[in-house]
């Protein structure tokens, strides 16, 4: 019996030691937004996050992950109480408002890498995001729509931070932001 985290479920399962992890993930979690591309990790299309680094997990057998994180595109998201339905995390939006997917089937993977080069590095340049997603394999040729969307994730992450004077309480901040942005 094997232990395993994803997406900040604790799960213990019955399967062999060398079963690829994007296997347990489909076949026995049954979270299907992990695709299977080449079964080489050349391709991408299996990528999760492991600890928080990208990895393939059509190679990475589940005996190796016992006892740490993994998260799948199913796991980015925000939960919303209100709803019961995932928010989007900032790069999948991103990624509609770019309309980056045309067949779709590497975008789950491209995500995933481009989530971890964001958490890593904010402020991406070209070069950086070159080097963090050529592991990506994208047939239907997105690299330049990709690149804008992370550029686009990148700046509205940027925007989030909100920086309180010392001299107010949060509370006032918000409200003067508020006031100011009605101007």
């Known amino acids: 019996m094997l232990e395993i985290t994803v997406n900040d479920v604790v799960h213990q399962l019955d399967v062999e030691p060398d079963t690829p992890l994007l296997w347990v993930v489909r076949d026995e979690l049954k979270l299907k937004g992990t695709k299977f591309g080449c079964g080489m990790a050349q391709c991408?299309?299996?990528?999760?996050?492991?600890?928080?680094v990208p990895?393939?997990?059509?190679?990475?057998?589940?005996s190796s992950v016992s006892g740490r994180?993994?998260?799948t595109i199913e796991g980015i998201g925000e939960p919303s109480e209100a709803k019961q339905v995932a928010k989007l995390h900032v790069v999948q939006q991103a990624w509609i408002e770019e309309q980056v997917p045309q067949c779709g089937?590497?975008?789950s993977g491209q995500i995933m890498s481009a989530?971890?080069?964001l958490e890593k590095n904010s402020q991406p340049t070209d070069a950086d995001i070159d080097q963090a997603m050529a592991g990506n394999v994208c047939r239907c040729g997105m690299y330049g729509r990709i690149r804008t969307a992370i550029h686009s994730a990148s700046a509205k992450l940027a925007n989030e931070i909100i920086l309180t004077p010392l001299?107010?309480?949060?509370?006032?901040?918000?409200?003067?932001?508020?006031?100011?942005?009605?101007?």
């Open 55 to 62: 990895i393939r997990s059509c190679v990475t057998p589940i």
């Open 167 to 183: 001299d107010k309480q949060p509370s006032e901040v918000s409200a003067n932001a508020t006031t100011a942005e009605g101007s």
């Open 115 to 117: 989530v971890a080069l």
């Open 105 to 107: 089937y590497c975008q």
């Open 44 to 52: 991408g299309a299996c990528t999760v996050h492991l600890d928080g």
């Open 69 to 71: 994180s993994i998260t």
